[in-house]
């Protein structure tokens, strides 16, 4: 390390050059449990706010969010991935770009009100493709 400073105990955690120190000296690096850990979701099933279903839960949260911890809690695999489908639909036919932020809310939107509010999904209608502005 640096002159005039100790070299960290063996095993002790580093970050890049960087080491962690603590009142009593070196620490590990600990990790934030996950949404999991935090509401004992330790089961291999979830109960499906939307089919009703006990399904398996996704991998991971969509969103780094309170609505992708929500929708990772009450949505099941299946479902996210008929919303996957359909949001891009959405994106497609309503010419949406999801950087832009009234088409993230939008697409938020969509997403409380199909998955955790029950309601049916936004019908899209063809026979406007191509003249729908944005």
Not at 34 to 57: K, L, N, Q, V, W
Not at 78 to 95: P, S
Request: glycine share 8%; hydrophobic share 30%.
């Amino acid at each position: 390390m640096g002159a005039g400073r100790p070299s960290p105990p063996v095993g002790s955690a580093t970050r890049g050059n960087r080491t962690r120190w603590s009142a009593a000296g070196y620490e590990p690096d600990q990790r934030a449990p996950s949404f999991r850990e935090r509401y004992d979701m330790s089961d291999d099933t979830i109960h499906c706010r939307r089919c009703g279903a006990d399904a398996s839960p996704m991998a991971r949260a969509p969103f780094r969010n309170r609505l992708g911890e929500r929708i990772l809690a009450e949505i099941c695999a299946d479902c996210w991935k008929e919303w996957l489908q359909h949001q891009t639909l959405l994106i497609n036919h309503y010419g949406l770009d999801p950087r832009d932020p009234r088409a993230r809310e939008f697409l938020y939107q969509q997403v409380e009100e199909v998955l955790l509010g029950g309601g049916d999904a936004r019908q899209v209608d063809t026979s406007q493709q191509g003249s729908i502005e944005w």
